[in-house]
């Protein structure tokens, strides 16, 4: 296989009428383009042009052999010139995956928005809250609260959003009211679990700003599910008090639906992070993505902060 680069400064050298003119064109020395069109010669195994003082005039089988290279070189600017219109266009597919409970409300209109400004842009959404083996399962995006585990991807902070402790006025009343988180063990828990044990909630006073100052309690749920909607749907049927995202419940607070309890006793923020695959090759269309949600997500969150 010759080498493009002699290829290219063989043409060049013939279209702009000598070597010096070449040089000057490429910005290159002239040493450069005499010697690397000498070795393409001597791997031929034939002589591509006449040279004298002042010009070049090309072979028989020059003239021949320069037609190949420059047909080649426009082919391959073409084909250049299409991929980064294409790139330019943003198309082509961005697999995702996503939290179930997060997806309506929040990832959801991120997408619809997102393809609103880049119409050829298409995503399909992986709902689950399995863990996905991005590599093996070709997934390009995945987007995880934490802890996080892929200490060899490439982890980006999206946004954060608060879990706030809610009930439905209709179980509140008449029961006895929870001045401290000691008295959630008196109420019945709808507690987003897997399993059927007691959970742990790590609570602390909006005033209390280091971890230490938490406080601890553990409760034995009356109903568990491993699905926030479900939790939603349990505490506004009465069910108990449950700990649910802001983005799910703050519309249902609004409305009179729910009512916080504890208002003034806080839990940890969750970190929605956008977890890829370890390259540094990354699509325009993967980071035009991330780029979105960073710049759009946090908003979102924020208006649900009641």
Same mark, same amino acid.
């Given at each position: 296989m ?6 290219? /400064?063989? *043409? ?9 003119a ?5 910005s ?8 690397? *069109?000498?070795?393409?010669e001597?791997? !031929? ?7 004298? %003082?002042?010009? *070049? ?9 320069f037609?190949y ?25 961005l697999? !995702?995956?996503?939290?179930?409970? !997060?997806?309506e ?7 619809? =928005?997102?393809q609103?400004? /880049? ?5 399909g @959404?992986?709902?689950t809250?399995? /863990? ?24 980006r902070? @999206?946004?954060?959003?608060?879990? /706030? ?12 009211p929870?001045?401290a ?7 019945? @828990?709808? =507690? ?7 959970? %742990? ?5 909006q005033?209390?700003?280091?971890p ?31 700990? @649910? ?25 969750v %970190?929605?992070?956008?977890? %890829? ?7 325009r #269309?993967?980071? #035009?993505?991330l ?16």
């Open positions: 010759q080498d493009f680069a002699a290829m290219a /400064y063989f *043409v060049h050298v013939v279209e702009q009428g000598g070597f010096s070449a040089a000057r064109h490429l290159e020395p002239l040493s450069t383009i005499s010697r690397r *069109v000498a070795e393409l001597q791997s !031929l195994g034939v002589r591509l042009l006449e040279r004298s %003082t002042r010009k *070049v005039r090309l072979t028989d089988l020059g003239e021949t052999y037609d290279c420059r047909r080649g070189l426009q082919e391959f600017d073409s084909g250049t010139l299409a991929l980064r219109d294409r790139q330019s266009d943003v198309s082509g597919l697999r !995702l995956t996503v939290p179930p409970s !997060l997806v409300p929040f990832f959801l209109p991120a997408v619809v =928005a997102f609103a400004l /880049y119409p050829n842009a298409r995503v @959404i992986l709902s809250e399995r /863990y996905v083996d991005l590599l093996h399962e070709r997934i390009d995006v995945a987007f995880r609260i934490s802890p996080l585990k892929d200490s060899q991807m490439i982890i902070r @999206i946004a954060s959003y608060a879990m /706030y402790m809610v009930a439905a006025p209709s179980y509140l009343q008449g029961r006895p929870v001045a988180p000691a008295d959630l063990s008196s109420h019945r @828990i709808v =507690a987003f679990e897997g399993g059927s044990g007691p959970v %742990t909630w790590s609570l602390r006073q005033s209390a700003a280091k230490e100052d938490a406080t601890v309690v553990e409760l034995v749920p009356h109903l568990s599910m491993n699905d926030f909607a479900g939790v939603l749907a349990a505490a506004i049927a009465g069910c108990g008090i449950a700990r @649910i995202p802001s983005i799910l419940c703050a519309s249902y607070l609004r409305g009179g639906q729910l009512s916080r309890v504890l208002p003034g006793w806080t839990f940890d923020l %970190t929605i992070s956008a977890v %890829t695959p370890g390259t540094r090759n990354i699509s #269309l993967n980071r #035009l993505f780029d979105h949600c960073a710049a759009t997500l946090p908003g979102m969150l924020a208006q649900a902060e009641v």
